[in-house]
């Protein structure tokens, strides 16, 4: 009989084994809930469509993204009846108002937020079915740190995090990046920093981070982590107008700051991501 | 009994007046009377008192298992439902303890049921005394048992499923004159993924998955399912707020030494 409490052994996350990422596959995160991942995503979706590009914006965070409510979309199939043999994949992909697709989980997939081998196989085989049908997929993961936020972002070849100058945002993006690190061995990171109060803040930040990694984290010699700063989304009122209305502030307001800047932020992801890769 | 003039119950019931001559109350009453022990209003309430009393009773037997009086299985359901939603909106840690007696059959076999049921009732007595006020402790069925404890860091959470290993493995249970029993749990636990909306089945599963852990290695132990840890230590924080102290050193006094709801707080291993 032993009186010593036996050390848990985690489980390895499923994503602990670092897949082959797929091409073209942009992974957006953060740690935090709520500092406008999902904004980011639909808008840099339709910011890249009228650039000319296929996208599709695949919500992987399994039924608990909001997506569907950002781009008032309530579609009758889903990724979740393709899970299920309910209908085909191409019937579950819709037309987004912003001129990209969209495939949404489907509540339903709450079921496989613990993902076991059929689920990531499942998804992996979707994945790769669909990719090469666009120029690029965005996938809008959930907040936190979870099995399926580091299974969904493990599948993309780049990742964004988005984060807000706001000291727990910070923080946790800086954790998530740190797990990104050590468990995906990523060592190119993009940042977007969302409501800068000022122009410089977002580099700032990115810059502060950079530093705090340096210092505290430890890579393989020669696999330096370097976090690529994208772009600042400044503050602006009208993006709470546009998320109220359920719009697409490229749509709605498509000379405001924030939008400008998600015009900005497009044409670097264009060039850095889709056209480096091709 | 008069009927009642309450005109906020009136107005929500299909009939303006309640007569209790005509409900036959008799058996709840003697139900209540026998498990409850409980005291019924004075002659003077009026007819709505006496059965609203009525049926608070018959609520809370509702979710009391009968034998330990802790939580029964629908009770448990509701409370980890609203754990779940609490920790998807909040990502406050919440911790899911899976608990069984280590040999019970054995104890029934050798000693009666009688003596099962009095360690099943030690051994609830026990696990109550464990958790603190806010804790949720249920018989989840035979000589299963299940915790939440909501708002639980990492750290706390270890520390309470050792204690309430190492307070059951005290326990002397006297089951007859001269007969005293001594039992052991094995615990298994789960943490809720913060910010995640699970379900209760996920969540119970992975509570499960580590107790039979904890039965296969021999039992009297405890196994915890951590979820993903990434520690961040004060001094990461403080220089990461760097940019901030310019400008607003006030506030940020107030928020560099501890994490809101610590989404990424809870220490342990590195990854690497």
Redesign the interface.
Known sequence: ???V??P?Q??P?AAAVPLKPLGKVLAVTS???GVGKTFVSANLAAALAKLGQRVLVLDADLG?ANLDVVLNLYPKITLHDVFTGKAKLEDAIIRAPGGFSVLLAGSGM??Y??LTPEVRDDFLRIMSGLVPHYDIVLLDT???????V?FAVSLASEVIVVAT?E??S???A???I??LV??QKRQNIRMVINQTARLG?GR??TV??Q??LD??VTTEPGRPIKLLHMGDIPADPTVRQAIMRRQLLMQSSPSCPAALAIAQLALKIEDAVIHRGA | MSPTSNPDVASKTPSSSIDLQLLQLDDARALLDHEMNMALPPPEASASQYLQSIINGLCELSLKDPLTGLANRRHFRTVLERAIDVVARSGEPALLLMLDIDHFKKVNDTYGHQAGDQVLQAVSKCLGKCVRPMDTVARYGGEEFAAILPNCHTSYGAAVAERIRETVEALVVQVSPGVSLKVTVSVGGAYAPEWVRSTTALWTERADVQLYRAKNEGRNRVFLDQQQEIYVSAEEKNLLFGHLALGEPAWLENVSGDLPGGSASVATQRVN
């Open positions: 009989m032993s009186d409490i036996q848990s985690p489980k996350p740690g935090k809930g608990l709450v079921e937020s613990r959930g907040a936190g740190i979870s099995d399926v580091l100058p000291p727990t910070l923080t946790d800086y954790a998530t740190k797990v050590g468990q803040d700032a930040i502060q981070l530093q705090v210092r505290f």
